[in-house]
Every structure is written in C-alpha cells, then in structure tokens.
C-alpha cells in the first residue's frame, strides 16, 4: 500500500471485532507516530497505552468516570453504555505539554495531531483500524490522576486501535477546487 492510497482508503473505524492488539503492534504503530514533523523536534507528546489484560482494568477505569452511575445499571445497561470502549484491542491516549507560550502550544498541538495522523496510517497499512476520540472524561480529575497525567500536562486524545469485520464507506469530500485559492 502506498502512502496516498493508505490516506484515501483510511476510515474511522467505530466497531472493532475484539481480536487483540499486541504490545509489538501498538509499539509499531506509536513508532511510525514519532516520525511526525514537529518544531525544534520538541516531540511533545507521551502516551499511556492499554493492551491485552491491561484493557480491562482501562474499562474499569474509564467507567468510573464515563458511566458514573454505572452501579445503579442492570449488566445490560452497563454493557450497552461500556461498548464503544470494550471492543478495541488496544488504546492509547495522547498527553501533550501545556506550554504557556501561545505559539508553542499551537506547534505541539498541530505536531501530536501529525503524530496521531501517523499512527493511524500506520495501523490501517497493517490492517488495523483506529478511530481517534475525545470523549469529556479524558479531563476528570480522576481520570487524569489514574493516568498518571502531571499538572501542565493535557490529555488531547484517546485513540482506540482494533481489528474490524466491516469497512465503513468513504464519506463524500469537499472538491479542491471549493477549498483551493492560488495566490495571482
């Protein structure tokens, strides 16, 4: 697969079927993530990772604070309200820097967002789907904490890495001729 094919054919992918990533797989992925441009080569991001058994005590943690009342939820509930964070093999979330300096700031955030670009092309050239998240609890305190995520640090992401049974069709885009001006 070549570059331009793996961003045209990259899709969201929403339903994972479960299989497991592996620690090498998501190591790869994040290894291909650290190729992104960034200024200065600050690289200003750290990632925490969940894979395997490790997933479990994620959901367990994200339902603390995604699903608050989930002590009050029959299993049904809990489990339809728990979905889209049991199905992935692996995710990851992106933490990044709050610099003080506006213009610094925006280079970190536009690198980590060119980080997590990579990551996703990555994983789909290995046949991986990804689907790329930011879901309010990634701000809980509690969340953060279980993180391990440090004051002047900011979780910008949660990124979720799984196989899939089903592609999703491509989504119309905008002609370049309607987004494109040439500078006379």
């Known amino acids: 697969m070549n570059v331009r094919e793996a961003i045209e054919t990259r899709r969201s992918i929403k339903k994972f079927n479960g299989h497991p990533v592996t620690k090498e797989q ?16 600050r690289e200003p991001w750290r990632l925490v990772g969940a894979v395997g058994e490790a997933m479990d ?5 994200i339902k603390e604070v995604a699903v608050p009342k989930w002590r009050d939820m029959s299993e049904e509930e809990l489990q339809t309200a728990l979905a889209k964070f049991m199905q992935p093999g ?15 700031r925006l280079e970190d955030f ?5 980080m997590i670009q990579n990551m996703q092309l990555a994983a789909w050239e290995m046949e991986i789907g990804s689907c790329w998240k930011t879901p309010p609890f990634i701000d809980h305190p509690k969340f953060r904490q279980t993180l391990g995520v440090k ?12 196989h899939f049974d089903d592609m ?4 119309p885009r905008k002609p370049v001729e309607d987004i494109l001006e040439y500078f006379e």
């Open 26 to 41: 998501l190591k790869q992925i994040v290894e291909a993530g650290t190729w992104a441009p960034n200024h200065g080569t």
């Open 57 to 61: 005590r994620m959901i367990d943690a």
């Open 90 to 104: 692996a995710v990851l979330f992106v933490i990044v820097p709050e610099d003080a300096r506006q213009k610094e």
């Open 110 to 114: 536009s690198a980590v967002s060119a």
């Open 151 to 162: 004051p002047g640090e900011r979780i910008i992401s949660m990124l979720q890495f799984g």
């Open 168 to 171: 999703p069709k491509a989504k």
